[in-house]
């Protein structure tokens, strides 16, 4: 099972759509919890923490399930410069380092 | 705000070559990592350090190595090029507490090996 599975789209929706990314990770030992928007040959670059109450951030809302090692994102009203690629990132325990889905891809339009 | 920089945004380099790829952050983190994104396999963990002259093997450590001489910076070297280590590289650096920090990346290295 991969670590850290999501849906790699695309997800084409128009502007002003509300849209949900989910993710799966499989270590249950995982501690933190993060989305990255990563755009077209540019560097990953941190959206969100993601808590265990669930946050929002303006049109984002993310959510964190641990009894079912899930986490999703929500994205309200829909931009056209929300384009981009989404990276569920799972912090394991012990050292910092970081394991990443491959991404979901967001394509928003006029 | 965090500023990771690494040295170059593009670099061509042969097969066979030495290749050094530096990466220097202005936060005092004690974490830096080096990955690399390949289209299809999402980011990988080539090696990480947490302390100057400490470093760990990530996930694909083969075919690499890592310097860190200060806490600033950490340097990947490719110790003998080759075609399947063309590839975007990645360099991130955290603090280490508290648990929870995100990581910072550089803007990145795209590199082509001929």
């Known amino acids: 099972r991969k670590e850290v599975e999501q849906d790699p789209g695309p997800f084409n929706v128009p502007e002003g759509a509300t849209v949900a990314f989910n993710c799966t990770y499989s270590?249950?030992?995982?501690?933190?919890f993060f989305w990255y928007r990563q755009d077209c040959r540019k560097e990953p670059k941190l959206l969100m923490s993601?808590?265990?109450s669930g946050n929002e951030d303006g049109r984002f809302t993310a959510q964190l399930n641990r009894a079912s090692q899930y986490i999703s994102l929500l994205i309200r009203d829909s931009k056209l410069s929300d384009s981009a690629t989404y990276l569920c990132?799972?912090?394991?325990?012990?050292?910092?380092?970081?394991?990443f889905g491959k991404g979901t891809m967001l394509l928003v339009s006029p | 705000d965090v500023k990771v920089t690494q040295s170059s945004r593009y670099l061509v380099k042969r097969t066979g070559e030495k290749v050094f790829l530096e990466c220097v952050q202005d936060?005092?983190?004690?974490?830096m990592f080096w990955y690399r994104q390949d289209p299809g396999l999402g980011l990988r963990l080539i090696y990480f350090?947490?302390?100057?002259?400490?470093?760990e093997k990530g996930d694909i450590p083969e075919g690499y190595s890592v310097s860190r001489e200060k806490k600033e910076r950490f340097s990947l070297i490719l110790e003998s090029a080759s075609t399947n280590q063309t590839s975007m590289y990645l360099c991130?650096?955290?603090?280490?507490?508290?648990?929870?920090?995100?990581?910072?990346f550089g803007d990145g290295t795209r590199l082509s090996i001929l």
């Open positions: 991130a650096s955290t603090l280490d507490r508290p648990s929870n920090q995100p990581q910072h």
């Open positions: 270590n249950s030992a995982s501690q933190s």
């Open positions: 993601v808590y265990s």
């Open positions: 990132v799972v912090k394991n325990s012990g050292y910092s380092t970081l394991t």
């Open positions: 936060m005092d983190h004690e974490n």
């Open positions: 350090s947490y302390d100057v002259k400490m470093k």
